[in-house]
């Protein structure tokens, strides 16, 4: 059952969509406090206290996703030009609570923006929280069925067709913003195809299925900082990049106890130099795991899938290790098990440039 898996479940299918729950209003003031209290640290990737209420979880959420995926590039097989932010839309609420939704975040027949990464081009160029999503590189938008709700489909569509006119490595949005109409167009960072998402659920869960990571709510009030929920996200990711769940189906093994404890050691393994590569200190998964085994400490029924906490915490050290004696060698850190870049022909080099 999910609850004895250390960190995460894998169920058959992500169950989509979350249904959105707001919090209320002290949303703004939560954000000036945090915004005045935690001023990031320049240049290393800040440890801040992850706010609790929903749109601002959104907002971490969606910087932690992009700065991992674009970390874990070279990793990936396959990538994608990550857009740089998320999207919601009316059809993705409840019925009876679409109407409040409307009206609070002003929605038409337009997806709108839902966050922007800290630091991503989209950032840059100046889109908005808010920006109503009118045209991507001048093609109209799949519309909204009438009368969807607690539906994901639509912003699956839209975020297909933005990956597909992004593919070129630039993106050129027309947005409406407070009645007027404005064209932005940017140059994309590459990275891992990936996308996140938030579960209205107060356990303290996040599951990979290959290509999203979803993340319940509950996580966000139950990790110490942003270094620690990067820790949690990056092992979720990691599965995504390793194929893993794919790769247990293909072989069978998709209920062998064994061969998912090797994914979730190889998953841990690879999150430590997602997490250096994108600016987080690993140590944060040390931190995590041990603020998870508090957490859970009287719960004895070990998980048959997991390493315990203490096993996982050696795991998360050696590589930890391992990063820094390949740096004392004056060589680049790889993890052992994944492929180089340059034994894979699918992989085009990509700069270093954007990590560290
Ligand atoms: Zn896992």
Redesign the pocket.
């Known amino acids: 059952m999910p609850d004895a898996e250390a960190?995460?479940s894998v169920p058959e299918s992500l169950r989509l969509p979350a249904v959105r729950q707001l919090t209320g209003p002290i949303r703004s003031l939560v954000a000036v406090a945090l915004i005045l209290l935690f001023l990031p640290q320049a240049g290393r990737a800040s440890a801040q206290p992850v706010p609790q209420d929903r749109e601002t979880a959104d907002a971490v959420l969606a910087d932690v996703g992009y700065r991992l995926t674009v970390a874990a590039a070279p990793y990936c097989s396959k990538r994608v030009h990550r857009p740089g932010f998320t999207i919601h839309d009316l059809s993705q609420y409840s019925r009876r609570s679409q109407d409040m939704i409307a009206r609070r975040y002003g929605f038409r027949s337009e997806p709108l923006v839902l966050a922007v990464a800290q630091g991503s081009p989209a950032a840059a160029a100046g889109l908005q929280p808010g920006d109503a999503i009118m045209a991507i590189d001048d093609a109209p938008l799949a519309p909204r069925e009438p009368g969807s709700h607690n539906s994901h489909a639509r912003v699956a569509r839209i975020l297909d067709q933005i990956d597909a006119a992004a593919s070129n490595g630039v993106l050129r949005l027309t947005v409406r913003r407070a009645e007027e109409t404005r064209e932005l167009r940017f140059a994309l960072e590459p990275g891992c195809p990936t996308r996140f998402q938030i579960r209205s659920d107060d356990s303290i869960e996040a599951r990979a299925n290959g290509s999203y990571v979803e993340v319940n709510s509950g996580v966000f009030g139950f990790v110490g900082d942003t270094a620690e929920l990067a820790a949690l996200v990056a092992?979720?990711l990691a599965?995504n990049v390793l194929s893993h769940r794919a790769r247990l189906h293909a072989d069978g093994e998709a209920n062998d106890t064994g061969a998912i404890r090797a994914t979730?050691i190889e998953?841990d393994r690879l999150a430590v130099h997602i997490l250096d590569r994108a600016g987080y200190p690993p140590e944060a998964a040390i931190a995590y795991l041990q603020r998870y085994d508090r957490h859970h400490g009287l719960d004895f029924l070990d998980s048959r899938t997991h390493p315990s906490e203490e096993a996982r915490i050696a795991i998360v050290r050696a590589e930890i290790a391992d990063i820094a004696a390949a740096r004392a060698r004056g060589e680049a850190p790889w993890p052992q098990f994944v492929p180089h870049p340059s034994e894979n022909a699918d992989v085009e080099p990509i700069s270093d440039s954007q990590s560290r």
């Open positions: 960190i995460e092992h979720e599965h979730e998953a």
